[in-house]
């Protein structure tokens, strides 16, 4: 899509974990436990999005911390990590200080300097995600920080995608949702969202029945499509 014929938005909603910030960066800490931290953070995430899907299946609701903990738990087990309560505290308390991708700070400015209304719609809980933001200074960017724990379900069940309506007073279609997660794509697509797809590691999209919108590589592909080039002007 080109960036004459994309944007007036209401709103523009941003998925958390792994599309602000870097999940991936857990191995540091996880290298405290493991020879493998890399396979280790791998089944940790991957664990913690099992979990939060068959618990809203099964309508057995636990927050975002709670899941984190449970998959944290199972992934030692299967690793044979006897874990200690300090090293324990370590691991959970990095989802509070993961680091932003790099170009998500200037593009945040950017949007909001454009007088951009700007959310972050997330499984996780106020808890985790508000020091997780301020952590990285950006809490200053978001109007509304939209969490799960309103709707006792997790993405990607529509009554999340849902909150969003209700704050920026607009029709879902008129809300962008970006995300780099593919569970997040088709389900922000399937309940109404206009959809951009962040596609950081060039990996293809899930086959789930909805595509995005659009695909950028990162948030400042992003700000170029929306707002034109900022260092042309
Ligand atoms: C989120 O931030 C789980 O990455 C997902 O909601």
Same mark, same amino acid.
């Given at each position: 899509?080109?960036?004459?014929?994309?944007?007036?938005?209401?709103?523009?909603?941003?998925?958390?974990?792994?599309?602000?910030?870097?999940?991936?960066?857990?191995?540091?800490?996880?290298?405290?436990?493991?020879?493998?931290?890399?396979?280790?953070?791998?089944?940790?995430?991957?664990?913690?999005?099992?979990?939060?899907?068959?618990?809203?299946?099964?309508?057995?609701?636990?927050?975002?911390?709670?899941?984190?903990?449970?998959?944290?738990?199972?992934?030692?087990?299967?690793?044979?990590?006897?874990?200690?309560?300090?090293?324990?505290?370590?691991?959970?308390?990095?989802?509070?200080?993961?680091?932003?991708?790099?170009?998500?700070?200037?593009?945040?400015?950017?949007?909001?300097?454009?007088?951009?209304?700007?959310?972050?719609?997330? /499984?996780?809980?106020?808890?985790? &995600? $508000? +020091? @997780?933001?301020?952590?990285?200074? =950006?809490?200053?960017?978001? !109007?509304?920080?939209?969490?799960?724990?309103?709707?006792?379900?997790?993405?990607?069940?529509?009554?999340?995608?849902?909150?969003?309506?209700?704050?920026?007073?607009?029709?879902?279609?008129?809300?962008?949702?970006?995300?780099?997660?593919?569970?997040?794509?088709?389900?922000?697509?399937?309940?109404?969202?206009?959809?951009?797809?962040? /596609?950081?590691?060039?990996?293809? &999209? $899930? +086959? @789930?029945?909805?595509?995005?919108? =659009?695909?950028?590589?990162? !948030?400042?592909?992003?700000?170029?499509?929306?707002?034109?080039?900022?260092?042309?002007?």
């Amino acid at each position: 899509m080109s960036g004459s014929t994309f944007g007036g938005f209401q709103g523009i909603v941003f998925d958390a974990y792994g599309t602000l910030f870097d999940v991936a960066a857990l191995d540091r800490v996880c290298a405290t436990v493991s020879d493998d931290p890399t396979a280790f953070t791998h089944m940790w995430r991957a664990k913690q999005l099992e979990y939060a899907v068959l618990r809203t299946v099964m309508d057995r609701y636990v927050d975002f911390g709670q899941i984190t903990s449970d998959a944290l738990d199972y992934t030692a087990t299967c690793n044979r990590v006897d874990l200690e309560p300090i090293r324990r505290g370590e691991l959970m308390r990095a989802w509070q200080e993961l680091p932003a991708f790099m170009e998500v700070h200037l593009a945040l400015d950017h949007l909001h300097a454009a007088g951009q209304r700007l959310g972050v719609l997330s /499984n996780g809980t106020r808890q985790m &995600l $508000d +020091p @997780l933001l301020r952590h990285n200074g =950006l809490q200053e960017y978001f !109007l509304a920080v939209f969490t799960s724990e309103r709707v006792q379900a997790f993405k990607p069940h529509i009554s999340v995608y849902m909150l969003v309506t209700e704050r920026f007073h607009a029709r879902m279609n008129e809300i962008l949702f970006v995300t780099a997660n593919g569970f997040d794509v088709a389900g922000a697509k399937s309940a109404g969202l206009s959809v951009c797809r962040v /596609n950081r590691a060039g990996t293809p &999209l $899930d +086959p @789930l029945g909805a595509e995005p919108d =659009l695909t950028v590589r990162d !948030l400042q592909e992003l700000v170029k499509l929306l707002l034109g080039d900022p260092d042309s002007a």
